[in-house]
Structure formats: C-alpha cells, structure tokens
C-alpha cells in the first residue's frame, strides 16, 4: 500500500507568512508524511484563527498551528478555537527544535549592524546572546520573525533578523550567526489539523496504521463541581493504565471556578483500555470529547 497522501488538490494553510517556525513545521510534516504539496499549494495566513477557520470552511483541506513550546508553554490560541468553535480533528504532529539566526543582507558584517528586528519571542529567545554581542545596538519588535526577513531585505540600512534559515533563503539573506537561542532545549510542537467530516473515524484508524502508533487528545468537562471530581477523572486513565503525557485546564467562559481540561495520552482512541478509560469518565458525570487520535511524524 502506498504510503502517499494523494487527492486532485490538496492546499494546506499555515501561520505566515512565508518563511516562519509553522511553515517548517507545515513542509516536516508533508516530508514525514510523503504528501506533495506543490508551492501554489500552500496557503499563508495571518492568525491562527484564520487558518483554522479556513480548514473548518473548507476553504483548504488542512491546517498546521502552534500548540505548545517548551519554554512558553501552551499556545492558548489554538486550544481555545478547538475547545470552543470545534468542527475539526487533530491529523498529525510534528515537534521541532526553535533554532534562531541572525540574518543579514549580502556584505553585511557584525560591526555593521545598526539594528536588530524580529517578533518580541524571538528577541526574548535570543536575550543572552544580543546582550553579549550587540549591547548597543537598539531592538526593534513587528508581527513575525519572517516579516523582520523581508524588512532587513528591503530596507537600505545595515539591519539584521532574528529569524529561520527557511526566511533566510526566501529574502536572500545571509547567516552571519547560527543558532544563537539561550536555551538549546527548545522545542514547539505543531499540529495539522483537518475538518471532522473529511476525516472520520475510519479514515483516522487507516491514517495511523499507515504512518504509526497514534497517540490521543482529548477535551474533559468535568460535571457538578465537587472535592476528588478531577481525581475521579484521572483515577479512570490510571486503572485502566493509560499514560497521560500532558494536562492543562482552560476556561470555560461559563463563570469563574469553570474548567474544561486538555489531555494527551498515549494510545489510539478506539484501543479497548482507553474506550474503558473514557466509558468510566462518563459514569463520573464528566463529558469527553476527542479531538484526534494521530500519528507523531519525526
């Protein structure tokens, strides 16, 4: 059976423009899972809003966001449009070492450089660094590291970028520094997301066959508020002995005090210890609500 993502068109959106960290992420993801993807194909948006609402629209069949960094945390965006406007499924996810570069115009050296542009991340990121190498040279904030690319290609000062080797080569741009993050352990991870109606159940089952072991999201409201509500919940994972690798709460939006909580765990969604994991949470009175069982491409 061929491993092959194919359809007659498939265009994918991602957090633009051309030549961020998501974009990376979105062409891993196509590599890992041997989709092709021609370049008129792929879809930058502006927000992450705007790429999941065209994957629920159906405007594209697929979607790839920022869920979580490992420094950062969990990118609360992204939970709160799948928590609370649902419609689609996790497909697929990626996880990818945030790797800054310092970027500059062709000819441009270090004792050259008269400002320093990227996102505030970015800069915050790279703290350490600047502060040793570029004390004096003022910092400058806008929208993304790949819109900083395209404002040090542009413009005709001696400017550099905080950004991706990916926005490097779409500006033309020169590494005059590699890897200059603090922290060599960050990571963000990504997912790919599609509507629930173009990936039911069947075609998830096949997917992770296909492309190997899945693991679970999951979305747990808890029901009447009362002490060991949530431990009851989490008892029901541990007697049936599934792991959960991750848990965080968010609001509601119903009232202070009012929690919805987002869990992975490891294992597919129709496996028999977690259908009776989910079968227990029910008798809690809780509610669960899957939102993806998919396979981690890397």
């Known amino acids: 059976m061929s491993r092959t993502m194919t359809t007659t068109r498939t265009e994918w959106a991602f957090l633009g423009p051309s030549g961020t960290f ?9 590599r890992g899972l041997r989709a092709e993807v021609p370049r008129d194909h ?3 948006c502006a927000t992450i809003p705007d790429v999941l609402e065209n994957v629920a629209s159906g405007t594209v069949d697929f979607g790839v966001v920022p869920i979580e960094n490992s420094l950062e945390g969990s990118v ?8 609370h406007e649902g419609g689609l499924t996790i497909v697929a996810e990626v ?12 000819g441009v050296s270090a004792g050259d450089v008269e400002g320093i542009i990227s996102h505030p991340q970015a800069l915050a990121q790279c703290r350490r660094y600047l502060r040793t190498h570029y004390s004096g040279v003022p910092q400058y904030s806008c929208e993304s590291t790949a819109a900083a690319a395209e404002r040090v290609a542009r413009d005709s000062g001696k400017w550099a970028a905080v950004g991706t080797r990916l926005a490097g080569r779409l500006y033309a741009l020169e590494v005059l520094e590699s890897d200059i993050q603090d922290e060599a352990n960050n990571r963000t991870r990504f997912v790919m997301v599609s509507g629930e109606i173009r990936w039911p159940p069947s ?3 096949e997917f992770c066959r296909r492309h190997g072991p899945g693991k679970t999201s999951a ?6 508020d009362h002490p060991g509500a949530l431990y009851n919940v989490l008892a029901c994972f541990a007697e049936e002995r599934v792991n959960l690798t991750r848990i965080e709460s968010r609001p509601t939006r119903r009232g202070l005090g009012s929690y919805h909580f987002f869990v992975d765990l490891e294992g597919e969604w129709w496996d028999s210890s977690v259908m009776r994991a989910v079968e227990g949470i029910y008798r809690t009175g809780a509610a669960v609500r899957c939102l993806g069982t998919y396979p981690v491409i890397t």
Do not use: F
């Open 203 to 205: 075609r998830r089952q």
């Open 22 to 30: 998501t974009e990376e992420a979105a062409q891993a993801l196509a």
């Open 219 to 224: 979305l747990i409201t808890l029901g009447a």
């Open 95 to 106: 996880a990818l070492p945030v790797s800054h570069h310092l970027l500059v115009k062709p």
């Open 76 to 83: 609360n965006t992204t939970l709160d449009w799948l928590a």
């Open 42 to 44: 792929w879809v930058a």
